[in-house]
């Protein structure tokens, strides 16, 4: 019999969201996603990301910033933490 483990989503805000370094990381990703979207090159609703070319989420410099696939961006940070199972 196969249990599904159902997110605590309190808990996990409580334990990494919501520490600072993490709310400084989720601003710049914000901003760039932001600054993007006034430029016109990604959409709401887009299947696209703004890709930190450094890994660094607080570097927002033009160089830094590349428009890539969601499933292409969301891949390559797996693969870059270590996370990605086999």
Same mark, same amino acid.
């Given at each position: 019999?196969? @249990?599904?483990?159902?997110?605590? @989503?309190?808990?996990? @805000? *409580?334990?990494?969201?919501?520490?600072?370094?993490? +709310? #400084?990381?989720?601003?710049?990703?914000?901003?760039?996603? @932001?600054?993007?979207?006034? /430029?016109? *090159?990604? !959409?709401?609703?887009?299947? #696209?990301? +703004?890709?930190? *070319?450094?890994?660094?989420?607080?570097?927002?410099?033009?160089?830094?910033?590349?428009? +890539? /696939?969601?499933? *292409?961006?969301?891949?390559?940070? #797996? !693969? &870059?933490?270590?996370? &990605?199972? /086999?």
């Amino acid at each position: 019999m196969t @249990y599904k483990r159902t997110r605590d @989503y309190e808990k996990e @805000y *409580k334990d990494f969201h919501s520490k600072p370094e993490q +709310v #400084k990381n989720r601003m710049g990703r914000n901003r760039a996603n @932001y600054a993007m979207k006034k /430029a016109g *090159k990604i !959409k709401k609703g887009g299947n #696209k990301d +703004v890709h930190h *070319k450094d890994g660094n989420p607080r570097n927002n410099t033009p160089s830094n910033l590349k428009i +890539v /696939a969601s499933g *292409k961006n969301r891949s390559n940070n #797996k !693969k &870059r933490s270590g996370r &990605r199972k /086999a």
